[in-house]
């Protein structure tokens, strides 16, 4: 990475209070300046329930998030959504037809100068979990697993990178 970039990272799990406790834990003293947090405990507050990428009413409100902050001089360039499957609610995640609403959007996003980093969860097998459309539009994904040989978790975080498609 040449330079730093503004980063907006859109977690649609983990509550506020753990989402600072793990930047904290993971920066300490020395957040970075670059680093804009979005919990999907902000959308759930107004509409009683979490963030969902498929609703078009949510990619309206973040299309206005997006917008206030370009206002703000705290124009993202990097939205990282962690993680497809909380924040397609609703959706079979099998059905190639039902991922166009989330896809669409995500493109969008990109069309807008955005690079969108989207964490998915594996399924069983260890490949992507659910429709195969999940990765029609990537420019890269990468699958991270697991050492399979002599990995003692006390020496800290290991992962063999796969790139599935480049």
């Known amino acids: 990475v040449p330079k730093k970039r503004r ?18 834990d993971l920066c300490g003293d020395h957040v970075p300046e670059l680093l804009e947090l979005l919990s999907s405990e902000f959308f759930y507050a107004s509409e009683q329930r979490p963030l969902t990428l498929n609703d078009l009413m949510h990619q309206q409100r973040l299309r206005l998030l ?23 609610y609703g959706v079979d995640e099998n059905s190639n037809s039902e991922q166009d609403a989330v896809l669409a959007f995500l493109r969008e996003l ?17 490949d992507q979990r659910g429709a195969s ?7 890269l ?22 790139f599935t498609k480049t």
């Open 66 to 88: 997006l917008a206030n902050l370009a206002e703000q001089g705290r124009a993202p360039e990097v939205i990282i959504f962690d993680n497809l499957s909380s924040m397609s």
């Open 133 to 139: 459309r999940h990765e029609d539009f990537l420019d």
């Open 7 to 24: 980063v907006l990272f859109v977690d649609g799990e983990m509550p506020a209070a753990d989402m600072q406790k793990r930047v904290r």
């Open 110 to 126: 990109r069309h807008l100068g955005y690079t969108v980093i989207l964490v998915h969860h594996s399924g069983k097998g260890g």
């Open 141 to 162: 994904s990468i699958k991270l697993a697991a050492p399979e040989e002599n990995f003692d978790p006390s020496e800290g975080a290991r992962f063999v990178l796969t």
